[in-house]
């Protein structure tokens, strides 16, 4: 199985350097021409399913792709990114780093945001779910969110949390994922990450 992990489009809050969250923002112009490169790039390859985040910014993405794949797309809240509470439409803060992860933990839940540990949890249950729901050859696209997928590759390589500071993700890239066993314990192969040269 290849998963195609793509992150969604530009929006005009990911331009100002805001957090979005939970927030549905739309793609601007930049990313919905983003999205029209992704599909252009994903044409030549047999896709059995698309799978999307339900925010619109991924969703967008998600349904331009689909138009041209002409494969439906399946909506996931699980999917969505990390739920930030109050810190969302805030300029992202060095600071709340400053004591590690666990600092970064009180501050959400001072915040009223999701945990760390929930949202890994969430992100992670949700891809196995898909992978356990489609067949070893099958192509599969999932468009989400930049931490989302992070949390992906951190699972995958089995890092810590800090080694999410070290992964780019940008908007509109494409990451590929080999999956050479599935079963109760999948093995994975990470092939590409952060591929933009379509853009």
Known sequence: MKI??????ETEYNKKGLLM??????LNDEGKRQAIKIAERLTS???SHIYSSDRSRALQTAEIISD????PVIESKDLQEHLLGKLEGKKWNPEW???GFEGFE???RKEGGESVIAFEERVWKCFNEIIAQNDGNNNIAIISHGAAIKIIFKNILQ????????????????NIINV????????????????????
């Open 159 to 174: 890092s810590s949390l800090k080694a999410l500071l070290r992964i780019r993700q940008d908007n509109g890239c494409i």
């Open 68 to 71: 041209k794949l002409k494969i």
């Open 21 to 26: 969250g939970a927030i549905d923002i739309p």
């Open 4 to 9: 195609f992990l793509i992150r969604h489009g």
């Open 180 to 199: 050479k066993k599935i079963g109760k314990k999948p093995e994975f192969e990470i092939q590409v990450i952060n591929d933009c040269n379509h853009l």
């Open 97 to 99: 780093l400053s004591d």
């Open 45 to 47: 390859i047999k896709f």
């Open 106 to 108: 009180r501050v959400l």
